[in-house]
């Protein structure tokens, strides 16, 4: 049996969306203590009435729990599982037309929250993540997913290329993008595959050399302004929703 870990979630957003999509997993919510804020009012209304336990606290305890200052609130302790055990094989054996972001080194949290929630906004069922050198998937990053990390199995791995010779193998489509890459992200229509599998890189070296080497094929997003590249979340949605589009 795998052993359960503590993780909080914080913000009025997300702890709502918790609520209504996971609150199985949840522990305990913490509210400030003598709130006057109507959203509050009515987040305690929506946890009550799904049997949850409900304690008033300080905000300084607040944000001792979620290790920030913006809690907006309330902070929700969840159950989670360590996310180095997951059954690749299991998965691919089961999951019809896997649709998989691998995340190669994305350092900053805010980004890193920001592609969870566009993951899971566009249907994608796995979400690998490199697990060194990269943000763990801590309340910042639950925060910034607005309760993206629940109804998705994310795995975190440092062997990424052994993770992408094992799709290939399952005959799965590996996308890479790179802003110097020759092909158009729109030439995404032009493909047919049984899954695919799309990787991004790091804010600001992009992906590993190897991992680019282990990708069928790579894609570019042009850019008609002065500035270099686009960030990291907003290249993330563009490629996942084009992906989207011909599944």
Known sequence: MIDKEVRYIYGIHAVFNIINSDHN???K?????????????????EAIDAGLYVEEVNTDKLSILCESNKHQGVVC???DIDLSFFDLDNYLSLTKKPFILILDQIKDPNNLGACIRTANAVGCSLIVKRKSNSSPISP???KASCGGTSGINI???NDLSGILKKLKKHNITVIGTDHRAKDNYQEISQLEYNGVCVVMGSEDV????????????????????????LNISVACGIILYEVAKYR
Request: charged residues 20%; aromatic residues 10%; contains cysteine.
């Open 77 to 79: 302790e969840m159950e």
């Open 140 to 142: 910042s990053v639950h």
């Open 25 to 27: 997993k949840i522990k």
């Open 206 to 229: 992009g992906m590993s050399r190897g991992l680019k080497n282990s990708c069928d094929i790579m894609y570019s997003i042009p850019i008609q302004g002065s500035v270099a590249c």
């Open 155 to 157: 795995y975190e791995s």
């Open 29 to 45: 919510i913490y509210l400030k203590k003598n709130y006057t804020s109507k959203n509050l009012a009515n987040l305690f209304a």
